[in-house]
């Protein structure tokens, strides 16, 4: 983030978003989960989201860090880091990335709970918050 | 020859995470290709049935059922995604 921060001197914003873990979904206590991914495609596709947004944004850079594996409440899951001249495209670029990460970048989060494991669902609201990008096409 | 991996739910629904097959001449496309996995019965069925959603997968690319298969490609079949 320092690197991206300081590669250039017209650098005037940096818009950032984590993910975390949070120890409660669909009423159920979570005590971890275990987070699955497809090998190469899941790269690629982040790499096209990433794409797409300095395609669509003035922004200069975006990164996109993603864990996978075991994690528990509180750990970071997800780093998106948009640097650009002004705050709205970096802002904006920031959700796209997001929206379009979490319907599209294949990952499968499956939760800890007290009633056992369990594979989260994916849900309408996600597609929902991606529909709003292509109707201002 | 085509490839075949299976991910998260799916893949403990069916019990594999992968597997080389041929398939007949006349399975083109991931929905016609879908329907002749469900032939194997039991959670095959139920899974390529089109009772829960799917995503699909060609060569690391997502696709529609539409989408044309040959010879070499490598086809994933997963649940919605639930990253971030």
Same mark, same amino acid.
């Given at each position: 983030? /320092?690197?991206? =921060?300081?590669?250039?001197?017209? $650098?005037?914003?940096?818009?950032?978003?984590?993910?975390? $873990?949070?120890?409660?979904?669909?009423?159920?206590?979570?005590?971890?989960?275990?987070?699955?991914?497809?090998?190469?495609?899941?790269?690629?596709?982040?790499?096209g989201i $990433?794409?797409r947004a300095?395609g669509r944004w003035?922004?200069?850079?975006?990164?996109?860090?993603?864990?996978?594996?075991?994690?528990?409440?509180?750990?970071?899951?997800?780093?998106? $880091?948009?640097?650009?001249?002004?705050?709205?495209?970096?802002?904006a670029a920031?959700e796209y990335i997001m929206d379009y990460?979490k319907t599209e970048?294949?990952?499968?989060?499956?939760?800890?709970?007290?009633?056992?494991? =369990?594979?989260?669902?994916?849900? /309408?609201?996600d597609d929902d918050a991606k529909q709003r990008w292509s109707e201002s096409d | 020859?085509?490839?075949?991996?299976?991910?998260?739910?799916?893949?403990?629904?069916?019990?594999?995470?992968?597997?080389?097959?041929?398939?007949?001449?006349?399975?083109?496309?991931?929905?016609?290709?879908?329907?002749?996995?469900?032939?194997?019965?039991?959670?095959?069925?139920?899974?390529?049935?089109?009772?829960?959603?799917?995503?699909?997968?060609?060569?690391?690319?997502l696709?529609?059922?539409?989408?044309?298969?040959?010879?070499?490609?490598?086809?994933?079949?997963?649940?919605?995604?639930?990253?971030?």
């Amino acid at each position: 983030m /320092a690197r991206m =921060r300081m590669a250039r001197p017209d $650098v005037g914003a940096v818009a950032a978003f984590i993910g975390q $873990v949070r120890d409660l979904n669909e009423g159920s206590e979570v005590s971890g989960m275990t987070l699955e991914h497809y090998p190469g495609m899941t790269e690629k596709a982040l790499e096209g989201i $990433v794409e797409r947004a300095k395609g669509r944004w003035d922004i200069f850079d975006a990164l996109v860090i993603h864990r996978i594996g075991a994690l528990k409440p509180l750990d970071q899951i997800v780093l998106v $880091v948009v640097t650009g001249a002004h705050r709205g495209e970096a802002f904006a670029a920031c959700e796209y990335i997001m929206d379009y990460l979490k319907t599209e970048a294949p990952f499968w989060k499956k939760e800890q709970t007290d009633a056992g494991e =369990r594979w989260v669902e994916a849900r /309408a609201s996600d597609d929902d918050a991606k529909q709003r990008w292509s109707e201002s096409d | 020859m085509i490839k075949l991996l299976y991910f998260a739910r799916l893949r403990e629904a069916l019990g594999i995470a992968e597997e080389e097959i041929a398939v007949p001449n006349d399975v083109a496309d991931i929905q016609q290709l879908m329907a002749w996995l469900a032939q194997r019965g039991g959670a095959w069925q139920e899974e390529f049935t089109g009772c829960r959603p799917l995503r699909a997968a060609i060569n690391q690319e997502l696709v529609d059922n539409t989408a044309a298969i040959h010879d070499g490609v490598e086809v994933a079949f997963f649940p919605p995604v639930t990253g971030g």
